[in-house]
């Protein structure tokens, strides 16, 4: 008598269940470092573009609560910066931090300098 060598429809079942159950605890946390990764990304950008309005303030010799020139502060950034998580940035005032619109909903905030 022949034996046949395959697998059962309870042990495909097993299989499956415990290759669903690795995806459902594996997506979340993917999806959380994803945002960790564009917070980052925002945070840095916000970084650069202070530095950006502190040299042009100096350059121009620029006094606290003057406005900012957008077009002018970009001159000193070599590539303009984009949120990744399509926020729009606020370069705001001389001696003011920039602002990200995603500030409040994703944290997207310049940290203070120590």
Not at 11 to 37: F, H, N
Not at 66 to 84: T, Y
Request: charged residues 20%; contains cysteine.
């Amino acid at each position: 008598m022949r034996s046949r060598k395959a697998f059962t429809l309870v042990e495909i079942m097993i299989v499956v269940g415990i290759i669903g159950t690795l995806v459902a605890i594996a997506v979340p946390s993917g999806m959380k470092a994803a945002e960790e990764s564009r917070k980052t990304v925002c945070m840095n950008n916000l970084r650069q573009i202070n530095y950006a309005n502190e040299t042009w303030a100096l350059m121009n010799n620029k006094k606290q609560g003057d406005l900012i020139d957008v077009a002018e502060v970009n001159l000193f950034i070599k590539k303009i910066p984009e949120c990744p998580s399509d926020g729009v940035y606020n370069y705001g005032l001389v001696g003011e931090k920039p602002t990200c619109s995603l500030a409040a909903a994703f944290g997207h905030i310049l940290p203070p300098e120590n």
